[in-house]
């Protein structure tokens, strides 16, 4: 099984669920100009991380590919115990990353996809920023008393972990949300989770 991912992009979390499976596989950090080419494009057409190469079997989307890995390796519990309420709980807080923060964290990426005019881009910043800020209130309200968003370990907690390294990124103030920060500590002193930054070259953002 080899993974592709792009340093800090969203596939990092497909890269710490891998770890966590403590099975072998493979990573290739890509490059922008790797990205672009006609042998990515032929993988991943849409030219995006990550893309998941499983002998003959070829996955994109993070969302997918998580859920691939949980069901190749269900005795890394990505998705909890294998009952109903574990699988669907992961499921709703990998939403809230996944379904939820990335696409605003598109818009201020790259927020002329959106509004061509850049000078509304400003506003278009400022109400995203608020946006966000909410769904962290939410992980962050969740994680009272819990050292993981779903209440175990979970593929949902290396995609929250991905999108709070991406609003240190931006300069997004998560102030005041003490559960967060504590959650992002663990997560940085996890074994799966320092592996996966040390082979994208990338370093911890907990204070």
């Given at each position: ?6 340093p800090?992009?969203c ?5 710490i669920?891998?770890?966590w ?5 493979q990573?290739?950090i ?14 991943n057409p849409?030219?995006e ?40 709980e ?53 994680l009272?008393?819990?050292d ?14 991905v ?6 990124m ?16 663990r ?8 592996a996966?930054l ?10």
């Open positions: 099984m080899k993974l592709m991912t792009f800090g992009a596939s990092t979390a497909a890269h669920a891998l770890q499976t403590r099975q072998p596989f990573v290739e890509v490059t922008l100009e790797k990205l672009r080419s006609g042998e990515f494009m032929a993988l849409a030219g991380v990550p893309v998941l190469v499983d002998g003959d079997y070829v996955l994109n989307q993070n969302l997918a590919i998580l859920t691939y890995i949980g069901e190749r390796y269900p005795r890394a519990s990505l998705f909890g115990d294998g009952g109903p309420k574990q699988r669907t992961a499921m709703r807080w990998l939403a809230l990353g996944n379904t939820d923060m990335h696409p605003l964290f598109g818009v201020m990426f790259v927020p002329g996809k959106l509004l061509p005019d850049p000078a509304q881009h400003g506003a278009l910043r400022a109400t995203t920023v608020q946006r966000l800020r909410r769904l962290f209130e939410t992980a962050n309200a969740q009272e008393g819990k993981w968003i779903a209440g175990f370990r979970s593929a949902a907690d290396a995609y929250l972990y999108m709070s390294r991406w609003a240190t931006l300069h997004i103030d998560l102030s005041g949300m003490d559960h967060l920060d504590a959650f992002k500590r997560m940085e002193m996890d074994e799966g989770v320092c996966a040390e082979a994208e070259g990338l370093t911890a953002i907990a204070a």
